[in-house]
Nanobody, 121 residues
Framework: QVQLVESGGGLVQPGGSLRLSCVAT????????MGWYRQAPGKQRELVAS???????TYADSVKGRFTISRDNAKKSVVLQMNSLKPEDTDVYYC???????????????WGQGTQVTVSS
């Protein structure tokens, strides 16, 4: 059973910073892309940032220049450093990973439980 365990959400003032971490546990053969998504009530979940196993990154236009995604393949972890936070960044943030459980398996997407980020004065 694969689990993605997130940490690091919370309340921060506008202009502040937060660091979200996610670790994948379980019987994992290999992880391809890892990323962070966010979702507000009544809205679709949207990509914030993603990173492939070779380090290629993708960012939503709204967070470019403010957020940085990184990963440690050996630790099966991904980090989202969020700087210059704005009230509109307030959402529940979800970790995602594309995982193979064995050499013969296909990649399957897994989600974390979500962590709340609130940007408010």
């Amino acid at each position: 059973q694969v689990q993605l365990v997130e940490s690091g959400g919370g309340l921060v003032q506008p202009g502040g910073s937060l660091r979200l971490s996610c670790v994948a546990t379980g019987r994992i053969f290999i992880i391809n892309a890892m990323g962070w998504y966010r979702q507000a009530p009544g809205k679709q979940r949207e990509l914030v940032a993603s990173i492939t196993s070779d380090g290629t990154t993708t960012y939503a236009d709204s967070v470019k220049g403010r957020f940085t995604i990184s990963r440690d393949n050996a630790k099966k972890s991904v980090v989202l450093q969020m700087n210059s936070l704005k009230p509109e960044d307030t959402d529940v943030y979800y970790c995602h990973a594309d995982v193979k459980l064995s050499y013969w398996d296909t990649y399957k997407g897994y989600w974390g439980q979500g962590t709340q980020v609130t940007v408010s004065s």
